[in-house]
């Protein structure tokens, strides 16, 4: 049972334009959630992230949309550069529970 | 500041083998927690090591086992692998909050390749 879900294996963006990565949630007791970047042969690396409290989160060119009756958060980025063709995995946890639960990730490919 | 470091990079074992994976945290944390990464999937949470005992675990046999040292590096062992263990392991570090609750962000290091044959 997939508890966090990111429907798009992968995603083509023109540099230069905006990439939007959905992500999909079904536990209704997730508090906390968190974007992360992976390069190949590197380890996750923590972007931006967005406590259920708030709407929306904003970090330079990456912001972070919570609609929590939908269960469902975007990260989007603006504008999109080369350095950004990466995998992108959302993750989500619950208060006092320690473990990040995973979505599979979505491969962003920023095309010249 | 030295990141999240582990090692080996890569291990090759066969079936039945045991093998012991090594993490040495980012400098001033104090949590460790270990993940399991098949190909074409997100990361798996396999358990946390805090103040040198295992504070959560997840859905993993009891084959996989781990430690945490004072200085708060930590060891994942698995025991009498199968071919299904292979795949990326990751190790996060974070700064526990004592109220309790995942508020510290995770930095990963870049994992350790294991392949079972």
């Known amino acids: 049972d997939q508890q966090v879900k990111q429907n798009s294996p992968s995603l083509s963006v023109q540099e230069g334009r905006i990439s939007i990565l959905n992500c999909d949630y079904t536990n209704s007791m997730f508090d906390y959630f968190l974007w992360y970047k992976k390069y190949p042969a590197e380890g996750p690396t923590f972007l931006i992230s967005i406590s259920s409290i708030k709407d929306k989160n904003e970090d330079g060119r990456f912001t972070v949309f919570l609609n929590k009756s939908a269960k469902h958060l975007s990260l989007h980025i603006v504008p999109s550069q080369p350095g950004d063709s990466a995998v992108y995995f959302c993750?989500?946890?619950?208060?006092?529970?320690?473990?990040?639960?995973w979505g599979a990730g979505t491969k962003l490919i920023i095309k010249p | 500041d030295a990141g999240v470091t582990q090692s080996p990079t890569h291990l090759i074992k066969t079936r039945g083998q045991q093998v012991t994976l090594r993490c040495s945290p980012k400098?001033?944390?104090?949590?460790v927690s270990w993940y399991q990464q098949a190909l074409g999937q997100g990361p798996q949470f396999i358990f946390q090591?805090?103040?040198?005992?295992?504070?959560q675990r997840g859905n993993f046999p009891d084959r996989f086992s781990g430690h945490q040292f004072p200085n708060y590096s930590s060891e994942l062992n698995v025991n009498a692998l199968l071919l299904g263990d292979s795949a990326l392991y990751l190790c996060?570090?974070?700064?526990?909050?004592?109220?309790?609750?995942?508020?510290?962000?995770?930095?990963f290091g870049p994992g350790t390749r294991l392949t079972v044959l």
């Open positions: 996060a570090s974070s700064l526990s909050q004592l109220a309790g609750g995942l508020t510290d962000t995770q930095y």
């Open positions: 993750a989500a946890s619950a208060w006092s529970n320690y473990q990040l639960i």
């Open positions: 090591y805090y103040e040198e005992e295992e504070r």
């Open positions: 400098s001033g944390h104090d949590t």
